[in-house]
């Protein structure tokens, strides 16, 4: 018989979700269109034809061509206000005071933390391909971030046609 796998309940565990705000901001997302742009891409770039029908951060609205989530919006607000991040006014150059335990919280983090470690990987990855420098480099990361959700806004029209008696 094999072992059931258990998710998280993140609303149980929102320590989960600051770690993985903080992991991505040092992880190089210094802005919050950073955040939301390679969280969103973390979570939809491969679908390939699929739909993802339980995303953590689902978007919820557009700022520019970046799909935001009020889920993470409102966590990272949360994170912000206890003073781990150092944001600037609009949310450009963020900034996690780092700790001694940092790396350490990280790594339990990447064990323990399942869907989120995954994102968290992911997002490392996207951050890598996509460079602060060169500005060219970081302006294809929101253009593909902008097809993404062109695809996936295509893909649900579909599913509400087909859902249509």
């Not at 770690?19 to 973390?42: F, K, N, Q």
Request: glycine share 4%; charged share 25%; hydrophobic share 35%.
């Amino acid at each position: 018989m094999t072992k059931k796998t258990e998710w998280i309940d993140l609303d149980k565990n929102p320590r989960l979700i600051d770690i993985y705000i903080e992991a991505t901001i040092l992880a190089g997302a210094t802005s919050i269109p950073l955040l939301m742009g390679t969280t969103y891409l973390g979570q939809f770039r491969n679908l390939q034809g699929e739909f993802a029908t339980n995303p953590i951060f689902r978007p919820d609205f557009l700022v520019g061509r970046v799909p935001y989530s009020n889920r993470l919006l409102a966590a990272f607000n949360e994170v912000s206000s206890r003073l781990t991040l150092n944001p600037q006014i609009d949310g450009q150059g963020l900034k996690v005071h780092t700790q001694e335990n940092t790396e350490a919280t990280v790594n339990s983090f990447l064990e323990n933390g399942a869907q989120l470690a995954r994102l968290y990987l992911a997002n490392k990855n996207i951050l890598k391909e996509f460079p602060e420098e060169p500005e060219k480099k970081r302006k294809k990361l929101f253009e593909i971030v902008d097809e993404c959700y062109l695809r996936d806004k295509k893909l649900t029209e579909s599913f509400k046609y087909l859902s249509k008696p």
